[in-house]
C-alpha cells in the first residue's frame, strides 16, 4: 500500500475509461463520484468519505467507469493491483472483504435508484442526511453534527433535483425543528424523523 498522498480540492483521483491499475482508500477529505455527459450535463453517482474505497467498479472492465475528485484536501492511499491480486489468491479474508465491498457498491447503485423513483424530493433529501449521518457513525465520526463536504448543487446532481429544490427541503426541515444549518454545517436534531422520511426504519 502506497500511503501519505495528498490531492489538493479540485483535483482528480480517477479519470473515467483509464486502465484499471490500483484502488484507492481516502484516508482524510472527501471525494465525488461523477461522470459527464456528451452534451456536458454532470451527474453526480455518490461521495466517498474516510475509509472508503474508490475504484472496485474497475473490475467489470478493467477500465475506471467514473470520474473521481476531491472536493477538499484529501489524503488517501493506492493499492497497486500488481500487490493486490497475488494478496487475493492467497489471503480468503481479503477475498471475502472485497467481495463484501462490491456487493455493498452495487446496493446502494440498487438503492439509489429506488430512491429516485418512490421518494419525493424532500425524501430524497431527508435520506440522504440520514445516509450520511449512519456513514459518519460507522467510521467513529459525528453522526449529529457535521460539515458538508460536498456543494448542495452537488447533492441536487447527485438526487436527480434542482439547487432550489435542495434548498427548499433543507428549509423544510430547518423551520420543522429537525436540524440546523450554518452554511455547510448541519447539526441532526432529530435524526429519526429525517431517516422515517427518507424510508429508513426508525
Known amino acids: 500500500m502506497e500511503r501519505g498522498r ?14 484499471m491499475d490500483a484502488l484507492y482508500v481516502v484516508r482524510s477529505g472527501s471525494a465525488k463520484r461523477y461522470a459527464v455527459s456528451m ?28 470520474e473521481v475528485a476531491a ?16 494478496l487475493l489468491e492467497q489471503l ?17 447503485s440498487l438503492r ?19 445516509d450520511l449521518s449512519r456513514r459518519l457513525e460507522l467510521r467513529g465520526l459525528s453522526p449529529t453534527q457535521f460539515r458538508l463536504s460536498m456543494s448542495r448543487g452537488d447533492i441536487a446532481r447527485h438526487l436527480g433535483l434542482t ?17 440546523e444549518v450554518r452554511a455547510r454545517y448541519i447539526t441532526l436534531l432529530r435524526p429519526e424523523a429525517l431517516a422515517s422520511m427518507g424510508g429508513y426504519a426508525s
Not at 453526480?44 to 467507469?65: M, N, Q, T, W
Not at 471475502?96 to 455493498?104: A, C, D, F, K, P
Not at 430512491?115 to 425524501?123: I, K, N, P, S, Y
Request: proline share 5%; hydrophobic share 40%; with cysteine.
Open 39 to 66: 452534451s456536458g450535463t454532470e451527474r453526480v453517482h455518490g461521495f466517498v468519505l474516510p475509509g472508503e474505497i474508490v475504484g472496485l467498479e474497475g473490475f467489470a472492465s478493467d477500465r475506471y467507469a467514473c
Open 71 to 86: 472536493l477538499e484536501p484529501t489524503s488517501y492511499c493506492r493499492i497497486p493491483l500488481t500487490r493486490l491480486e497475488p
Open 92 to 108: 480468503s479474508g481479503l477475498r471475502r472483504e472485497v467481495l463484501r465491498l462490491l456487493g455493498e457498491a452495487l446496493d446502494e
Open 6 to 19: 495528498q490531492l489538493p480540492a479540485g483535483a482528480s483521483l480517477i479519470h473515467a475509461g483509464t486502465r
Open 163 to 179: 439547487l432550489e429544490t435542495v434548498s427548499r427541503a433543507l428549509g423544510t426541515f430547518k423551520r420543522s425543528g429537525w436540524l
Open 112 to 130: 439509489l435508484r429506488a430512491e429516485l423513483g418512490m421518494c419525493d424530493a424532500r425524501g430524497r433529501v431527508a435520506r440522504f442526511l440520514a
